[in-house]
Every structure is written in structure tokens, then in C-alpha cells.
């Protein structure tokens, strides 16, 4: 099976993320897409970030209803922070039956090169690619793919600064993220 692995704090997941994993499912040769919720991507500041299991849980009812798209908390039990390689290594050897492949936008591929083992990761994975308005669309790369995606705006920062001021976000988050997330403190 042919799965896409798309990485992020998801912090928290929003219907930009559902939209653009559906998309890669449906439009791409993947099977299925894993969110793979990062407990600390090495290159953010962990102070906003809520906890990993809240995350988790977070992704797991976003996507309850798309059979082709799976939660994986495999970050979880690794090393902190997070780097991709060290993750893929553990998953190919956890899943040898699996494919794996990289959904990024155009901004990760930008700044690929600030990765651990980033020759490594261009050299032996596929990397779909969607763009993200201001960065280049890299298009003469070897097992990069430019896959024409919806353009998506919504950031969870942007999210996170909303809640904090009180503001009605609910047509941006998934109706079972937006429950999870009513009346609680997490970002507030």
C-alpha cells in the first residue's frame, strides 16, 4: 500500500488540513494519508502547543469519517524533537509492506535543505508537493511531485489567535474538533 505521510503539530487541525489530505487521497496514486501528529517539530518553539494527546485526539475525530485517512502518534515513542528521517527509518521498519511518501506544501520544500539527512530524504521518497502562495514551485526535482491542490489559507495560528480573542472560527474547524475544543481551555 501506497501511503502519504503528512507530518504537523496540527495544533489544532483545521478543515485546510482535511481538505488537503483528502485531495492527495483521492487525486494522487495514494492509498491512504496519515496525519502523523509531531509532539515537537524541531523547528518551532514548543510554547503554543498544546498537548500531543489532545493533538491526537484532535485528528482522530477530524477525520472519523474518511476511511482512507489514519492518525498515527508514532513520533510519540521517538526521540525528541522529531525529525522526519528518524521517523521514516522507524516506520519502514514497523511497516515493510507500506510505500512511504511526503505531503508537504511548497514552504517545507523551500526549506528542505535545513532538514536532518534532507539528501537522503530527496534521494529515496517521494515528495507531493502542494504550493502555498509565496514560494516557489519547484518542478525539476527527482521524486518531487507538484500536485495541483486548493489553496489553502487557514493556519492554526491563526486559529489559536482567534480562540484567544473570542472570535467564532467554527466554519474553519471540523464540527467534532470544534466540540472538542468548545468550552474548553486549551488554547484560550
Known amino acids: 500500500m501506497k501511503v502519504g505521510l503528512y507530518f504537523g503539530s496540527f495544533n489544532p487541525i483545521h478543515v485546510g488540513h482535511l481538505i488537503i489530505a483528502n485531495h492527495f487521497q483521492q487525486f494522487t496514486d495514494l492509498d491512504q494519508v496519515w496525519f502523523v501528529v509531531s509532539p515537537q517539530n524541531p523547528l ?5 502547543l498544546a498537548n500531543e494527546y489532545d493533538r491526537l485526539e ?5 477525520i472519523k469519517d474518511y476511511p482512507n485517512l489514519r492518525a498515527s502518534n508514532i513520533e510519540f515513542t521517538l526521540p525528541k524533537p522529531s525529525y522526519t528521517i528518524d521517523t521514516l527509518i522507524h516506520l519502514n521498519e514497523k511497516f515493510p509492506e ?11 520544500l523551500d526549506g528542505i535543505s535545513k532538514w536532518k539527512n534532507a539528501e537522503i530524504l530527496m534521494r529515496d521518497y ?12 519547484e518542478e525539476n526535482l527527482d521524486n518531487v511531485e507538484m ?8 493556519s492554526s495560528t491563526f486559529i489559536r489567535n482567534a480562540i484567544k480573542a473570542r472570535k467564532n472560527i467554527k466554519p474553519m474547524l471540523p464540527p467534532k474538533v470544534w466540540e472538542y475544543l468548545d468550552g474548553s481551555n486549551l488554547y484560550g
Not at 507500506?98 to 517545507?108: W, Y
Not at 517521494?126 to 514551485?137: D, F, H, N, T
Not at 500536485?147 to 487557514?154: C, F, H, N, S, T
Open 44 to 48: 518551532k518553539k514548543k510554547s503554543s
Open 58 to 62: 484532535m485528528v482522530e475525530l477530524a
Open 98 to 108: 507500506h510505500d512511504f511518501a511526503l505531503i508537504m506544501g511548497s514552504d517545507n
Open 126 to 137: 517521494q515528495m507531493y508537493v502542494y504550493p502555498r502562495p509565496g514560494y516557489s514551485q
Open 147 to 154: 500536485v495541483e491542490a486548493p489553496l489553502m489559507e487557514i
